[in-house]
């Protein structure tokens, strides 16, 4: 990689992602350990979400005024990530000009058209064609000066059939053809055509990886795609192992707590840093979010005292929340999160929904909860249906859903093509084919290891 050019690589950007179906958590812990990864060590880190963000985490952004985090679905390297936005002349320009810009990049002189797109490139190349073409078989034009032939209009030795891409395209989907192809610089223009930069050939066999974090989930499935082109640099989680392995050493913490947000805080006091109010305030969303208001089974004494330290960094005089308390704030995110039969079954069973993989089953699990969990009715059989097609589309042998009652404290659990070995379940069986299950609402601390038990007997 040529350090000193133009086309020496961009400092990195981190990117600090939660995972699918992005939860309250996975989106506030990746804003504040995207602020902490910035002010603790100075990294260019953004946080980045790996799906649409959900109505109770769209209530808290916005009573926040938090934009929500950047959109990042796919690790695979694109055009955006080698392009270069290369000065440019018109092609009316004398090619005294071009040359000018091609002798400072390294060989290269875009040509673009009044209107924004390109016209063509000077390179090397293009010149040496060019020369070949108006002096090779006429010897009197031998004679003209380096000062006359620069004055030509550089339209004439701009080669014009280069191959045009947008920032989004991935390379790997076109390097294999464009290696067998004569041109060696392409163009990346914008989606009305105009031009934004130039790639070379050589830069598309090596791009850099994109760097990662991930945060509220350790597993590639519940991940953004091609997880495995990135240079993944830390996994901060709370949630069962299940990673592949990785190429190089990385920083690794899982610990049983009840959010991801509250070993981002922890992180933020040891260094002694406070986290502004309105990022406070989200940590405390995701914390409170992911516990229920510290009724989930998964609540551990470290979540509690964490809420209090970010309750007294968020609930200061000026900030949005100044007039809340843990137990007011938490109460209206739950309420935020809880619209369950006003939802269509389609939205219902894929807003939480996380894949797993055990015994070579493969499966899902959607939550969604509710304040009143027995007045379902009529919807479940809906939720089934919808909970089938979801199945079929993902390729999966069986899936599951837990709607869970935060009041009540318990959960209703519906199944489509359970396998036999779930008929241990012990939960009761309700007339419409769903169970009851008295005191289970965290689908990780409880569902979910039963689950895997009897299936990996
Ligand atoms: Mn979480």
Redesign the pocket.
Known sequence: MDKTSVFKRKSDTIYVTGHINP?T??IAAATGYAWLLSERDGANAIASRAGSINPQTAYVLKWLEIDPPLLVTDASPRFESVMRRLDAVTPDRSLNEAWTILSRTGGIAPVVNLDGTPFGMVTGKSMFDFLRKIIGPHAKLREMTIAELLDIPCREAANTDIPRFQPQTRIKDVVNRLLRQEANEYWVVDENKRYLGVVRQQDLLNPPRIKVVLV?HNEPQQSIANLEESELLEILD?HRLGNQSTHNPIKFTVDIVG??STLVTEQIMEVGLSAPPRIAGLLLAGLLS?TLIFSSPTTTPRDKSTAEVLARWAFVPGSPLEDETIQSYGQKIIKAGSGLLTQEPEVVVKTDMKKYEAAGIQFAIAQAETTDVYDIGDYMGRLKEALDDLKTQNGLDFAGLMITDVVKGSSRVIFVDPPAALDELPYTPLGDGSFLAEGVVSRKKQLLPIILSLLEV
């Open positions: 939860d958590d996975s509220d709370h959010s991801t992911d």
